[in-house]
T-cell receptor, first 118, second 117 residues
Framework: AQSVTQPDIHITVSEGASLELRCNYS??????LFWYVQSPGQGLQLLLK??????LVQGIKGFEAEFKRSQSSFNLRKPSVHWSDAAEYFC????????????????FGQGTILTVHP | KAGVTQTPRYLIKTRGQQVTLSCSPI?????VSWYQQTPGQGLQFLFE???????NKGNFPGRFSGRQFSNSRSEMNVSTLELGDSALYLC????????????????FGPGTRLTVL
């Protein structure tokens, strides 16, 4: 069964500092991968996604993520964090060959809460 | 394009009651997935509908059900509510084309916050 691990429950950074949120996945084939962000009481906003091709993907709000097959990782990065980036971040994996019990199902990590100090 | 909309945004029910939540997908999207989000269990997949058919179901009891209409709008129903059903219920829509492509990208609504007393 596929699974996603976000090792860091809570990360605190200073405004202007760089950020890296970790995500490791377990999946038998090449997955497709997502990062979502959630502000308190809100739904999930898609930051970026990886399906195939270039392993470094760019997203919205200045975020990027790198897919490393050898490490089963898809870490999210941002060179300079803004106070408005404070939120909870979720990594998710979806099946690359959906069918049967895989349709429409994303498996999420437990989330990483980002706090930004001024 | 308008995003995914969910109604109502907040709901308070008592144990034993039933509830119906509604989700309107992005125009042109045919797939709707539902998730339950709780502090203890995180985000868990409930079910997915495509062209009025349930194609996939998560590991939830039969009290949780759903349906999809011909205009792709979807509803989920929870019968005989329990305290543990208190959660944020999120729906997501995607174009629903060929699996394993960008058409599987899911876009989420703001959620319905259900509180069971």
């Amino acid at each position: 069964a596929q699974s996603v691990t976000q090792p860091d429950i809570h990360i605190t950074v200073s405004e202007g500092a760089s950020l890296e949120l970790r995500c490791n996945y377990s999946y038998g084939a090449t997955p497709y991968l997502f990062w979502y962000v959630q502000s308190p009481g809100q739904g999930l906003q898609l930051l970026l996604k990886y399906f195939s091709g270039d392993t470094l993907v760019q997203g919205i709000k200045g975020f990027e993520a790198e897919f490393k097959r050898s490490q089963s990782s898809f870490n999210l990065r941002k060179p300079s964090v803004h106070w408005s980036d404070a939120a909870e971040y979720f990594c998710a994996v979806g099946p690359s060959n959906a069918g049967g019990t895989s349709y429409g199902k994303l498996t999420f990590g437990q989330g990483t809460i980002l706090t930004v100090h001024p | 394009k308008a995003g995914v909309t969910q109604t109502p945004r907040y709901l308070i029910k008592t144990r034993g009651q039933q509830v119906t939540l509604s989700c309107s997908p992005i125009s042109g999207h045919r797939s709707v997935s539902w998730y339950q989000q709780t502090p203890g269990q995180g985000l868990q997949f409930l079910f997915e509908y495509f062209s009025e058919t349930q194609r996939n179901k998560g590991n939830f009891p039969g009290r949780f059900s759903g349906r999809q209409f011909s205009n792709s709008r979807s509803e989920m129903n929870v019968s005989t509510l329990e305290l543990g059903d208190s959660a944020l219920y999120l729906c997501a829509s995607s174009p629903g084309g060929t699996s394993g492509t960008s058409t599987d990208t899911q876009y989420f609504g703001p959620g319905t916050r259900l509180t069971v007393l």
